[in-house]
Structure formats: structure tokens, C-alpha cells
């Protein structure tokens, strides 16, 4: 018994349509948990956190990753007219873009 060629020629576009969407990848869900920051990504967003509260010409003295993101230790440049001469500023940058600035009192 012999096949048709267009009976073929159907059966092998229906085959090779099949394998062509089964291996199609519709992607994956998005992650529920955001990505951990890059030490660079994390110090952006603490210079644009401090450029926002007018604070002067700073430097990273410190920084640290934690389990939630990275703590950053920025301080001024030494300027002796201005009140305080000198500003130590501790920011906890969160991975999902959040900036904390961390305060002490005195009596802590």
C-alpha cells in the first residue's frame, strides 16, 4: 500500500510543526526576590541618595555586603569653616534599590 505524497507531505509538516512548538520556551516566571546589587550598582544609588540631601564632595571610606544588601560608610572632605568640619555618613543600601541612612544618638 502506498502512501500519497500529499498525505506525506501533510504528515512531515504536522511532525516537524509539533516538535518546532514543543520546543519553543515560553520563559520563566519572575524572580519574586530581586537580584543582589553590584558593589558599583549599590555605591550609585548611595551618591545619588546623598546628592539628593545636598550633602558636599564625599568619599567611600568603607563598605561591607550584608544579607540584605550593602552598608556603606561615606565621609566629607575636611572643610574647617563648615559646621561640622567634617561629615561621616553610614547608609544601608537594600538590594531592592532602598536607602536607609543609619542615625546614632548621642546617648547610644
Known sequence: ??????????????IVAACATAGCSHGYPRSPV????????????????LDERGVPARLVTHFEPTQTGH??????????????????????IHDDGT?????FNEND
Do not use: C, S
Open 1 to 14: 500500500m502506498r502512501i500519497p505524497l500529499a498525505r506525506r507531505a501533510l504528515a512531515t509538516v504536522t
Open 71 to 92: 552598608l556603606f560608610h561615606y565621609a566629607t572632605l575636611f572643610d574647617p569653616p563648615a559646621t561640622p568640619p567634617k561629615q561621616v555618613r553610614l547608609l544601608n
Open 34 to 49: 530581586p537580584a543582589q546589587l553590584t558593589e558599583r550598582e549599590a555605591a550609585y544609588l548611595g551618591e545619588r541618595y
Open 99 to 103: 536607602v536607609r541612612e543609619v542615625w
